[in-house]
C-alpha cells in the first residue's frame, strides 16, 4: 500500500482552495472515495492502491458557490501513483489549470 494527497490552490486569489469537493477513483476494483478540501486546500486520501486512479475536482460547483465564473465545469486527472507517497498538486483559476507531481 501507498499513501496519497491532494492540495489545490486559488491561482487567481493566492489562497487555498478550501471546500472543494473531490472523488478519487480506481481503476481496479477499490471502491469510489469522496472528500472536500480543508482550510488549507488538502486532502490527505491516506492509504491507497498503487496503479492508475482519476481525480475528479468539482470545479464548476466550487467557482459556483462564490459567484464566480469559469470555464471549467470539473478538472480530471488520469493520474498513475506510485508505491510510496504521491501527492497531485492542483493550481486552479477561472480559466486556466495546471498541475504537478509534488512533494
Do not use: C, K, N
Not at 20 to 28: E, I, M, P, Q, R
Not at 37 to 62: C, K, Y
Not at 77 to 83: A, I, T
Amino acid at each position: 500500500m501507498s499513501t496519497a494527497s491532494t492540495h489545490v490552490l486559488d491561482a487567481a486569489r493566492g489562497l487555498p482552495a478550501a471546500g472543494l469537493a473531490v472523488t478519487l477513483v480506481s481503476t481496479g476494483s477499490a471502491p469510489e472515495r469522496h472528500a472536500v478540501t480543508d482550510a488549507d486546500g488538502r486532502i490527505s486520501w491516506g492509504e491507497v492502491t498503487p496503479g492508475r486512479h482519476v481525480l475528479a475536482f468539482a470545479t464548476g460547483d466550487w467557482f459556483g458557490e462564490q459567484d464566480r465564473e469559469t470555464f471549467f465545469g470539473q478538472v480530471v486527472l488520469d493520474v498513475v501513483l506510485g508505491p510510496d507517497h504521491t501527492h497531485v498538486a492542483l493550481l486552479l483559476s477561472p480559466f486556466a489549470y495546471t498541475t504537478y507531481r509534488g512533494s
